[in-house]
Every structure is written in C-alpha cells, then in structure tokens.
C-alpha cells in the first residue's frame, strides 16, 4: 500500500495550475521513481528509441465515480488502478510494456501529483516508464493511461486463434478485486490486506510473455469478469468453452470469481502442457491453472455443464 | 463543416452499451473512413508495424465544459478538436502522425459514434489512423487523443534549441480560433465560415516536416496562444523573443492573435532562409510568415519593444 507521499502532496486545498502541476510531475519523475523518465514533459511529445518490429498501442480510461468511489477510496488509486488496466492490455497480447503517456482530468483540488505517482508505481513494476502526458481542468476525476509496448518476436496473441481441445488456463486465482471492494463497503480499512487485489492489481507481463512464448493460441486479461471476458474470446475465435473450475482468490466468492472483473489475471488456450510447462518454469514462474477446454460449440460459455452466468462488468 | 451522418447516430436519446458502441465504431471505422483502421478494436491491443527508429508519443484531453461548450458546439466537434490537438503536437516536433488511440467518456445519450467519426476524419487529414481506443461511461463527455508518429530522419525538434539571431516563423495567421468562439457566441450559426479555426483546424504536418527538414532550432505550436507559448521557448531555449507582428485571420484582434491560443499553426526559429524558402517551397506549401527573432534576453517577450501581454489559455 502507498499513501500519498506527503512531499509532493500539494497543500491542503489548493487549487493546482497546470503549468505548476506539470513541473512538479516532471521533477517527481525525473527525481525518484524507476518507472519514470520526464523527457515527455517539457515538449510537445516524447521520443522513444524503438527496435524495427510491431508496436503494441491501447488505452484505458478509469473515471471517478465509474470505475473508484472516491469516498471509499483514495483518488489516487484511480492512477494505479487504471495504469495496470492499459499494461494489462498489452501483457494479454503477450508483450512487454515500454512506456506510456497519461492524461488526468480533475477539479483544482485534486492531487493530481499523487494520482501521476500511482501511474508510475504501477508502470515501475511492469517494467516500464511515464514519458509525457497531459492535465486539464474537469468536474469529474478522470485518468487516461495509453501504453506502448513490444510485439514478442513470435508475434502477438491474439483473442482469434482458440482450438478445440485446446487446454483453457488462467495465470492466477479470481475475485480478489471484488471480494476487496465488498470488504472495504463493509467498512475494512484501506490497509487491509483483503483489499490489495482491488487496490494494487498486478500486471501479468512475465506470464503473459511465457505463454506467448510457448505458443498460446488465444489470450486476454480478466478485466470484465471470467464469464464476459471468456464469451469474448469464444466469439472471436469461433469457438465454445467448457469451464471446469474458478481458482478463487482467499474469501472470494465463486460469482466474484465468474463476474468480479479488475483482477488482471490472464487467461489464455494452449495445446501443448509440456511447452507450457517449460516455459513457465525457465522464466521461475507459478504454473497457470487449467480452468477448462475449448469446444466446438460456437459462442456457448459453459460452467461444471451448465450455461454459465452473465455475471460481469457492464457500466 | 461535417454534421454528424445521421445513419451512425444511435437513435434519439437511446443510451449506448460500451459493446455494442464498440461494435460499431470497428464497423464505422473499417467500412467507410479512410483515417481509420478497426484492428484495435476486438483486441486487446493494436499491432503497428514499424521501421526501426524513433517513435514519437503525445496525448492530449478535451473536457466539455473547459476544452468546448456543448451548448453552442456539437459534442462530436471535441473529437475533432482534440485530435488535431495531439496531433498537432506530433507536427510540432517536426514529426509524421502515424496512428492514434481514443478514449471518450461519456453520458449514455452522448452520441459517442459520432465523436468518434470526427476523430478518425481529423486523423485522415494528417494521414493517420485511429487503431484502437476505450469507452467509459462518465458524468461529463472527455476525450482522450494518444498520437504517435514517426520522427524525421534529421530528428525531432524541441523547443530547446532556439539562439539569439535566428528569426521566428509562423505557420500561418493566428487568432482565427478565439474570434470563432467570439462570433459564435455573439450569434453566428454553425456553418458560418468564420467557425472554422474553432472547429476545423489543421493540423501542419507537412509544415513541421519542411521546418524540421531544412534546420528549424526549435518549433512548437500555438495551443495556448502565442505570448504564453514563445514563453515557453524562451524558457525551454535560454533565450528571449522580440516579436515584431502577428498575422492575424480576417476579422481576428491582435489579443486574439496573441492569446487567443488553440491555433495550431506552428512557431519555429530558423537561422537559414535560403534553406528554409528551398524547403518549403520544394514541398508545394505556402511560405511562412517572419514574425521577430530571438534575442539574449532570457525569458523575456516582447512585442514591438514592450514585454507582451500575459495572455493565453488557462484553465
């Protein structure tokens, strides 16, 4: 957990001005943080030394009141939480994450500083760095977060390419990221370690890598929920699911695990367990979970036999 | 003038669905618009290729309410106002915008098809195209641009390297934005052609390429209006400015032109007019305007002998 450092915090209630506000940020990220660099700051757009290949290229909004209830949470973790949503994006093509531009949108008395220092931690441990951006004026928090980041050599994964008989793996247990928001309405404090799947979400790159790597035919992040986002790849890839089990996160729910959404683990069909397996175990990571098999029954998402529940996120 | 294609729009006050807007967005954005390409869209993240080399990486947010009033604005005309915003931004670093990503946020009646139609026409204007994006859900209708683009062979050009001598440039009139607002709250109807700096602007693409190939120092554009932008490449230069005349757009006020801002004709310094005039007028584009030289006085701009008027956008 990382409180708002109180160093760059502005004072108590005062309005920030964005030319004021933009040097603070570069000297925050120029000074001290690893997922950090300022040359974007100080001109009109940021210059990236990139290798000849693909570039990987998305982006995620996260809007206050949408997606963090600001009277539970720290404005903050909108940056944190929304950076992790855009790397996601990129680790679900099985790439690895190089640099991303944030915009905040916020009233005067947001700290803005804080929500950029949440960006930057979030991009420190996927790797990568903040190399420019954009603040405006707005009524309504919100943060945009677009990351770059490097095709791998063997092509990007997409959500198209799932076989039947293809084995259905998940990189990590579900429902942390629900099961923390329930905990924190029910009145747990913001420390509580039940709430750090919601809070601090993690970017699956090393994973996302080796699966890639090792030949996965199809993969996504569970950013909407297991359900909905498994429906998205049946569909894109002609193909049905058969959900065998939902690895639950501790004191999750098994409809958090199927609907939750935000947990960022990443999902992905494979035909090959020994190269899986192999993968996993050279770059020293936790085995993925098989949850299930990919059938030829077109667009149907199954869960032990039975149509699965539309559970998941939808605004 | 674009008016929105009634056959995109979703029907009257129907709410949009984040899937279904999506869908058709990768539907509007595959079938019909040359600056877009729908890859983004079903996918986690969108695949460029690209030659070895520099990339460059900007973003910039529009805010109803601070960036456009949709009460005398239609809300698409943020899509095509930010666009050119972030593109333009590529442009001022002498670079070529070679695609962009789009978050909107948005009330469900927002017609969000529609801004997104605008965005991809401003992006066909420079040549680009939208490959991807996020829609959210939100109180209040913002739109984030994240261009990226190629940098010129003879690299990108900052802000950094204007010395006293060299003579400053401008792309084009200035003030033809502000006086459009003016007129357009004074009355005058939408399609009146004095509205469009405010609502069409270029994004000088080909300009910043000319500039940038022939030896421009240092370059940006003019978004926030010109006094407080050449402050800005004073500052960033180590140098100071003497302006000495500002081109202003038929029926434009010099404080329009001054301060007016969101332009996006570019300002450069340039110490080669022959090489300059070859360049330029090599690539079939309309000579640029002398507009004062840069001096030794650090930080300090004047206009016609006294320091100019702090005017200029803030939020």
Known sequence: MLPPNPTTAPRGGEAWREDVALERIADLLGASLPGARPGGWGDDAAVLERPAGRV???????????HLDATLFPIADLGYRTAVAALSDVAAMGGR??????????????????????????????????????????????????ALGDEPGHGAVTRHGARPGDVLYVTGPLGGAAMGLR?????????????????RPTVRADAGAAAARSGATAMLDVSDG?????????????????????????????????GGG????????????????????SADLV?????????????????????????????
């Open 97 to 146: 994450p190089s640099a991303v531009v944030v915009s905040i949108c916020a009233p005067g008395d947001v700290d803005v500083v804080a929500i950029e220092r949440e960006v930057a931690e979030a991009c420190a441990t996927a790797g990568c760095t903040v190399v420019g951006g954009d603040l405006s004026k707005a009524a309504v928090t919100s943060v945009t977060v677009c």
């Open 262 to 281: 935000e947990d960022y683990e990443l999902v992905f069909s494979h035909h090959d367990e020994a190269e899986l397996d192999a993968a996993f175990s």
């Open 183 to 199: 905990r924190r309405r029910a009145g747990a404090g913001l420390e509580d370690p039940s709430l750090r799947w919601f809070r």
């Open 287 to 315: 085995a993925p979970l098989a949850i299930g098999v990919v059938t030829d029954e077109v667009g149907l998402v199954r869960y032990r036999g039975a149509p699965a529940p539309d559970l998941g996120w939808r605004h």
């Open 226 to 258: 297991l359900a909905r986002d498994l429906r998205r790849l049946a569909a894109a890839s002609g193909v049905g699911v058969d959900l065998e089990s939902v690895p639950l996160c501790d004191g999750a729910t098994l409809d958090e695990g199927l």
């Open 56 to 66: 990987l290229v998305c982006c995620d909004a996260g809007v206050e009141g949408v």
